[in-house]
Structure formats: structure tokens, C-alpha cells
Nanobody, 124 residues
Framework: QVTLVESGGGLVQPGGSLRLSCAAS????????MGWFRRAPGKEREFVAA????????YYADSVKGRFTISRDNAKNTVYLQMNSLKLEDTAVYYC?????????????????WGQGTQVTVSS
């Protein structure tokens, strides 16, 4: 069992930055592909970014490519999402997820564990 706890959300103006963290406990995340997803009000959950076990590869949704960066520190059992140049449409609850797999994937159903989410609100 892996427990994931997100933090770092908040209110930010358009163009601003936030760094989300996802702290894992229960098992080492070094055996998991890690991903970030988000759900905006009235919309389906969507893929944001994912990173392989060793951080050798990352994968981003087109909507965040060039603005967001996913990273991980397996020694700290933590995954991060650096979000820059935030836009109004980035407003959502952001979720961290862990996939017991060697393959990076944007498919929510492939992920085994999920955090409770952290709210990100971009507003002027």
C-alpha cells in the first residue's frame, strides 16, 4: 500500500508559479511510475505529466508542455510538479498517482494509488 499526500497548492495570479509536492509513504516510490493529473470544475480528470522510475523519461500533456516540469527524488520518496506561467485554465484539483509499471502512461486507469488532491486556483 502506498499513501500519497499532495501539498503546495494555493491561489496564484496568471503568469505566476507554484511547486506541488507529493510525499509517499508505505513503500518506496522508486518502483513506480509517478504521474500528476488534474480535474477542473465540471470536467473530467485529465493527465498532466508523468515520470519513469529512474526519472530518465518524462511525458507531458500538450496543454502544459514547456510550462510544467515533473521531477522526483526517490531518496525523499517525493515527486514534484513545478508549474510556471500559470493560466486561468490551469485551475483545478491536482492529484498525484503511482503506477506499478515500467511503462510511462497518461491513462488514469493504469495507476494504482492516488492522493487526495491539492487545489490550485489561478485568478487575478
Amino acid at each position: 500500500q502506498v499513501t500519497l499526500v499532495e501539498s503546495g497548492g494555493g491561489l496564484v495570479q496568471p503568469g505566476g508559479s507554484l511547486r506541488l509536492s507529493c510525499a509517499a509513504s508505505g513503500r518506496t516510490i522508486s518502483n513506480y511510475v509517478m504521474g500528476w493529473f488534474r480535474r477542473a470544475p465540471g470536467k473530467e480528470r485529465e493527465f498532466v505529466a508523468a515520470i519513469t522510475r529512474s526519472a530518465s523519461r518524462t511525458y507531458y500533456a500538450d496543454s502544459v508542455k514547456g510550462r510544467f516540469t515533473i521531477s522526483r527524488d526517490n531518496a525523499k520518496n517525493t515527486v514534484y510538479l513545478q508549474m510556471n506561467s500559470l493560466k486561468l485554465e490551469d485551475t483545478a484539483v491536482y492529484y498525484c498517482a503511482a503506477d506499478w509499471s515500467s511503462k510511462i502512461t497518461p491513462t488514469p486507469g493504469e495507476y494504482d494509488y492516488w492522493g487526495q488532491g491539492t487545489q490550485v486556483t489561478v485568478s487575478s
